[in-house]
């Protein structure tokens, strides 16, 4: 059995297609963006060809200014899996990403995906960042009013910083979440984050903030679906924020609402009773590895 890996070309799409068309009910997001990874400046998309035949495919994207890269679209074709090619795929955007002058890679993927997370291990990839993960339908659930006490502040990044500079243990991960992604939490990548959403802070009367959220709008496996990311140092306010969250879900006409939480806000959130008891211990995981 021969086989090749190669960068891939528009004239592939079909096959991406086909590729994709087990995943997720027929859902994957990857052939809808396809057309723009492979034709983007910055992004490299990758496949393996078993006999001719599309089996893997895998996308490097190169975070503009920076030396760091993302491994995303990770798909092996059904009958095609447990045979290595994921681990080969991604070796190979590991190369190329060192040849691009990169010198981190990252790689995100649930905690639920054990297979994903070994191919991770495999490629030399070290577990840097987990944040948990839950999921609530339409219709959503009763909840307490939001306090019309609590005024949260919209804050541009070099002002979050400097709450986080005082209290650096409100965002308690290494990492900033965005939705199913990461980035650093210096001023650049906050920066980054801004561009798709907008910082709210929750600030005592010391000045001090003892809570953060943020959102964002998405379409993903065929629903609108609403993002929310909560860090907060004080239960109370937590509790209050996602109300606020709850809220804005229903208002927005979102079929589901996706919370990614700190650790802390986390173990908080089991109590609430918002979300199936199947959540209870899931996260996302961020994976690097230096080059």
Known sequence: MQSLVRKLVLDDKPEVEALCATIWEGNDYVPSVFSNWVSGENTHMMGVFSDSQL???????????????WVEGLR?????????????????IVELARQKGLKTLRY???????????????????????V??????????PHPRPSPSVVPLEVEP????????VSPDLIDVERVPISWSFESKDLQGLQRVSAKTKFRVVVEDTGIASGLYYSQKVHDNGE????FHVFATDRAVFVDIMSRMIEEAD???????????GPRVKEWSKSLGYADPEFDDRAFLLFERGL
Do not use: W
């Not at 291990?121 to 960042?129: D, I, P, S, V």
């Not at 609108?224 to 993002?227: A, G, K, P, V, W």
């Open 55 to 69: 089996v893997a495919i895998c996308n490097l994207e190169i975070i503009r200014g920076t030396t760091v890269g």
């Open 76 to 92: 092996v074709r059904e009958g095609h899996r447990n045979q290595g090619h994921a681990s080969r795929i991604v070796s190979e």
């Open 224 to 227: 609108d679906r609403m993002t």
């Open 251 to 261: 208002a927005s006409n979102a079929d589901s609402a996706v919370f990614f939480l």
């Open 108 to 130: 995100a993927t649930g905690s639920l995906n054990l297979e994903s997370q070994a191919v991770a291990r495999k490629t030399g990839f070290h577990l840097a960042t987990s």
């Open 132 to 141: 948990g993960y839950l999921r609530i339908e339409r219709p959503f659930p």
């Open 158 to 165: 070099s002002r979050l910083l400097q709450f986080l500079e």
